[in-house]
């Protein structure tokens, strides 16, 4: 059973750095062709797509969060990182990691994607 766990801070303050991990068990984060994808949720909106890390490495972004947004992994410990730069009370939400069997880009659907984080409520605010 694949099961993917979020960790981070849930209050961020405005400019700062947010920082989470996503725990896989189950799955090496390695294996093709799943790719491992980190979406949020604001209050009273809908499902935003943020990145993605593919088996192999390769990272894809959101255009309008690009400039902000990095996504690495750590193989040795089977997990995948966010990070979202100089942070803005819109930037509070809840945030997922989730998987997908195969590579596409800015999915919304919660239904492409076969196995989600629980979330984790980051907030932004002095």
């Known amino acids: 059973q694949v099961q993917l766990r979020e960790s981070g801070p849930g209050l961020v303050k405005p400019s700062q750095t947010l920082s989470l991990t996503c725990t896989v068990s189950?799955?090496?984060?390695?294996?093709?062709?799943?790719?491992w994808n980190w979406l949020r949720q604001p209050p009273g909106k809908g499902l935003e797509w943020m990145g993605v890390?593919?088996?192999?490495?390769?990272?894809y972004y959101s255009p309008s969060l690009k400039s902000r947004t990095s996504i690495s992994r750590d193989t040795s410990k089977n997990q995948f990182s966010l990070q979202l730069s100089s942070v803005t009370p819109e930037d509070t939400a809840v945030y997922y990691c989730?998987?997908?069997?195969?590579?596409?880009?800015?999915?919304?659907?919660?239904?492409?994607?076969?196995?989600w984080g629980q979330g984790t409520q980051v907030t932004v605010s002095s």
């Open positions: 989730a998987r997908m069997e195969g590579l596409r880009t800015g999915v919304i659907n919660r239904d492409a994607y076969d196995y």
């Open positions: 890390i593919a088996y192999d490495g390769s990272t």
């Open positions: 189950g799955e090496p984060i390695t294996t093709s062709y799943y790719a």
